[in-house]
C-alpha cells in the first residue's frame, strides 16, 4: 500500500478524508489541514477546517449543518447573547470544549501540531491530522471597498461581498509544517476544497509549493465543481466575481503547475479532451459524497487508480 497525504480545507476535504479513512490503514494516510482561517476569537484559538476534519474523522460532525459538533447544546451563546456579548460566530457548548483545551495547550507551550494531536486522542484518532504549518498565516478577503479577515468574511458577512482578491499574511515567518516529510508519500491528492481559501494558503508555502511542481505527477487533484456548480461553499461564486468561468477547466488550470492528475464528475466528461490539452491524465468518478458508502467509493476509486500505477 501506498502512502497518501491528503492536502485538505474543511467541509468537502473532511468528506474525501473520511472516505480514505475508512478505506486504507492509518498508517498509510497523512492529512495536512489549511490553518489560514484560524483566528483568535474571545481570547480562543480557533481552528474551523481543523475541526471540521477533526469531528468528521471521529464521527462527531453535526452533518445537518456541515460543520460543528453532533447533538450540540447553545448555553453559552445563550447567556453571551444575553450580556450584549459578541455571538455573530457561532460557538456550541461541546466545540467551546475543544476550543478551550487547545487555547490551553498553546499556553502552555505546545506547537499548533501537538495540540492537534493531543485532541485526536480525545478523540480516539490517530495522530494522521497536522496543520499546514506550526505559525499562523492569515487569509484575507479583499473586496472592492476593504480587506476582510476571512471569518468576517465568511461568518459574519456570509459571503455576500464580491471577492477581487486573496492576501495572505504572515508567510514571511511561516514553513510547511516540519514534522512532514514530504519525500514520505508516493501519492499526494488535492482535496475537493475551496482551491482559493482552503488550498492556496498551503500552496503559499515555499517548501509545499516547490515541492508540488517538481514532483507534479505524483499529484492528483479532486475536482470541487461539478456541473458548474461548487460542490461545498463558495467557490463557484468566488469564481464568477474573478472573472473565471465556473467549470473543472478553470480549477485544471488553477492546479496546472503542480498536478497531473484529476478526476472529474461524469458529468463534466465532455471537458475530458480539453484537460488533457492542459496536460491533465482524465479520470472519470462520481464526485458528490452526500452519504459514507459515496465518500468510501470515490476514495476507493481514487485508490485503486493510484495503486495501479
Known sequence: ?????????????????????????????????????DFTHLGLRICPDLDTVMYTLASESDTSKGWGRKDETWNMLSALSDMEGETWFQLGDKDLATHIQRTHLINSGQ?????????????????????MSNQSVETYIQTKNRLLSFQEYFVKLKCEPPVTDFVFKGLDKADFNKDLDLSTYDEIIICPSNPYVSINP??????LKNYLHDYSHNVTTISPIVNAQSLKGPTAKMMQELGQEVSVKTIA????????????????????????????????????MNNVNKKNALAKRIIDELESK
Open 111 to 131: 506547537s499548533l501540531t501537538d495540540a492537534t494531536h493531543n485532541l485526536c486522542e480525545s478523540f480516539n484518532l490517530p495522530k494522521f491530522i497536522f496543520p
Open 202 to 207: 498551503m500552496l503559499q508555502l515555499p517548501k
Open 253 to 288: 488550470k488553477f492546479y496546472n503547475n503542480y498536478s497531473q492528475r484529476i478526476f472529474i464528475d461524469s458529468s463534466d466528461v465532455s471537458e475530458s479532451n480539453e484537460l488533457n490539452d492542459l496536460g491533465y491524465e482524465v479520470h472519470i468518478a462520481d464526485l458528490i
Open 1 to 37: 500500500m501506498k502512502n497518501y497525504l491528503l492536502l485538505c480545507g474543511g467541509v468537502g476535504g473532511a468528506k474525501l478524508a473520511l472516505g480514505f479513512k475508512n478505506s486504507i490503514d492509518s498508517d498509510n494516510l497523512t492529512i495536512a489541514v489549511n490553518t489560514g482561517d
